[in-house]
């Protein structure tokens, strides 16, 4: 298999899953939790289902250096060398441009597909086909190809592609990025048929995704080509580039920088049970209810008058509750969580809220 | 000091406090717990409070064997001989006959206080002014007297004391005690000021405790009164009797046994801050409220929406809540409980439930 030895993988595991809190924490967020009790964590799942497309040693990593030891406990079979950690946050533009040169250096002809470690596809084979067929696209075609979900709900969380033209098999050119729309619009887009939710899952060829840098985000790619010839063929002189000139870069996403910009962008519709785990609400969806429709992780539960919930606790523990109507109850390391769901896009506040009157330790 | 040197106190805390589950457990009940957060557990500051009373050799300490290390570590002035262990649950009158047969033999002249180990009194001068009284018209009257405490509000909760003609201070015969009432009778009850809550703390001359028992409940005398001779003033005889012999007596209340039928029944009207921390609810009025209205135990709360509630939790913890209203939330050794404080009468059925589901280690 020749082109398939040209294949990468990318998985960016650096966020902090604050959204999950207190269940995901600073120390442990989302992606190295197994949130639904597989015995493999979301970031376990997502490497996993990439065998079958990319060969192992193709994979790399992006992460934080706080994660460093999680990423080699949950995945001791890949080489340091695959492990690549940032210096600062930066949004993903910066870090996956940094993956383009790294890769690009050691293959300059690869393809490579961008995923978020902390995402659930519930069909491993139709997600392999739509991400073979992906590559086989970038391979020939000069596209920057991107995922898109078929929208089964007006979800005002994530933002819209509209599909053109189609060229080939669920491939079709992009007419237009959207921002998260309101809930009017988002009725508009799903009844339309034309709008596909953007999954962040990115495939391209390196050159084509560099030149793209190039051309539309100058200040990020500018960073990269000015390293020494040589620079990200060796491991030293690569992580002392990086620590001294990543943190330079701006902090931008790579729709903004690039996606919403380039004309050779293209969305290949994929139906493969994508779910990004976002928030609660998505968890209680995406569990098996009890006969109260009560979701619970981890946990033993006794409930009275108590409906919708999701119980979520690290560590062994009993949770007794009465008259609780679509609640997140969450038990973790020193944190215990009740609030609606209705009210979880707060939580994010709560966290900062915690930090600033509690301290570091609750983060 | 003669007179005080014939005074004795019974403490009674052999209860396990499941009303206040999961924080107070049947390893540590309520009695042997800080509520107040104030140094001394409930326990601790029963004995503290009577000292004035009564000599400190005088108190006896009648507890269940399962609760030894807890009552020396927060006793630990106290002799061997001062801590009785039931050998089995049985209720108030073999209990306090006991600590009669128990006392008499030691001083045939004594007069005794018996109270409970969990109630609290924020005015303690008061209380021993009231019980200094007591004693001297038990010592001089034939006379087995309970504390009447005046009625704050229409409580269904409570035994009631209907008061009659004064005897002397604030002295009266009991014209009749009455069972828990319902809500109208209660305010009928607290409105007409004849009616006093039945405290539970109770004092009599030995002898005429005994003679009442061997009148009203000569069964539970029976057995006391089959010991052979000199048994109780021997501490291997006493407990090799009471090891047989106790676990045969009836199940019964002292006020079934005795106090509803003996005529020689007074009390006397107190006032001196009792609370008889029987329920979270009790907890809560009695607590210090933060500016919404929560009340916090041992932990440290961020609260966004919420009003009216208890927070109590052992070990150090961070609760984050959204959206309770006058809920109980309550944190300890495994089990968390999240209740609303108008459904707290049902707490006990769900330890019962969580027992039967889950194991005697969440009693």
Redesign the interface.
Known sequence: MEKKNHRYCVIMCGGIGSRFW?YSRAERPKQFIDFLGTGRTLLQMSYDRILEAVPKENIVILTNSRYAGLVKEQLPELEDSQILFEPARRNTAPCIAWAAWHIAARDPQASMIVTPSDHVVTREADFIRSVTDGFDFVETHDALLTLGIEPSRPETGYGYIQVGEDVCGEISKVKTFTEKPDLELAKVFLASGEFFWNSGIFLWNVQAIREALRVHCPDVAAVFDSAPEGTFNNFASETEFINTAFPGCLSISIDYAVMEKAKNVYVEKVHFGWNDLGTWSALYDLSPKNRDANVTQNC?V?T?NSTGNIFA?RG?????????KD?I?A?AD???????KS?EQ?IKR?VN??RV??GDK?E
């Open positions: 207190p033993s006794l009275y606790v062994e523990k009993l949770i007794v509750v009465d008259g609780l609640y109850v038990d020193g944190v215990l969580l009740v609030c609606p009210r707060d709560m809220d915690a009157k509690f609750y």
